[in-house]
T-cell receptor, first 111, second 114 residues
Framework: LAKTTQPISMDSYEGQEVNITCSHN???????ITWYQQFPSQGPRFIIQ?????VTNEVASLFIPADRKSSTLSLPRVSLSDTAVYYC????????????WGAGTKLIIKP | GAVVSQHPSRVICKSGTSVKIECRSL??????MFWYRQFPKQSLMLMAT?????????EQGVEKDKFLINHASLTLSTLTVTSAHPEDSSFYIC??????????FGPGTRLTVL
């Protein structure tokens, strides 16, 4: 299972774009990259998933370089309500993936 | 996204008692679901994987006789913490898997054992 490394915490301000990078040097061919958001005392919420290049949905974009050894979650124009912990996970959807959760990145948005 | 519920959302119990946590998928059916726990300021840890109609598969270090999982149907699973002790106090979260890539977490249950 590929281990992921993320910054422990980040600060930003309302209205800014926030980019959180995750390293996964041992990513396997069948692995997908998934990002979750978690608020205190709540279950994680799916944000976005990708395999390569760029994926965009209504809340975020995910950039994955050609070697797939890292990925960047981009949150456009953040607000105070985006303050949460963000987890990057790597795994094969065909198996019991997302077995190992890293520490995540605590994102704090300031007014 | 799909809706998953957990009940209760919070429970406080005395040491030695058993606590049952229900997890339901409200708008879809799925054969595979997972139970996680999360200690304060820590990340999620997978406890077990459960398939409807078969015994759960527990992760290393998780006692199957202490954490009883009953995957009753395609929409309901229960986790029973037997003879709970203060060290079992944690945030328990279920997750349902639908299809190839879709996975949906429940809102979690905060268990406090006195």
């Amino acid at each position: 299972l590929a281990k992921t490394t993320q910054p422990i915490s980040m600060d930003s301000y309302e209205g800014q774009e926030v980019n959180i990078t995750c390293s996964h040097n041992n990513i396997a061919t069948n692995d997908y990259i998934t990002w979750y958001q978690q608020f205190p005392s709540q279950g994680p919420r799916f944000i976005i998933q990708g395999y390569k290049t760029k994926v965009t949905n209504e809340v975020a974009s995910l950039f994955i370089p050609a070697d797939r050894k890292s990925s960047t979650l981009s949150l456009p124009r953040v607000s105070l309500s985006d303050t949460a912990v963000y987890y990057c996970l790597v795994g094969d959807p065909e198996s019991n993936y997302q077995l190992i959760w890293g520490a995540g990145t605590k994102l704090i948005i300031k007014p | 996204g799909a809706v998953v519920s957990q009940h209760p959302s919070r429970v406080i119990c005395k040491s030695g008692t058993s606590v049952k946590i229900e997890c339901r998928s409200l708008d879809f059916q799925a054969t595979t679901m997972f139970w996680y726990r999360q200690f304060p300021k820590q990340s999620l840890m997978l406890m077990a994987t459960s398939n409807e109609g078969s015994k759960a598969t527990y992760e290393q270090g998780v006692e199957k006789d202490k954490f009883l999982i009953n995957h009753a149907s395609l929409t309901l699973s229960t986790l029973t913490v037997t003879s709970a002790h203060p060290e079992d106090s944690s945030f328990y979260i279920c997750k349902w898997r639908r299809g190839h890539n879709e996975q949906f977490f429940g809102p979690g249950t905060r268990l406090t054992v006195l």
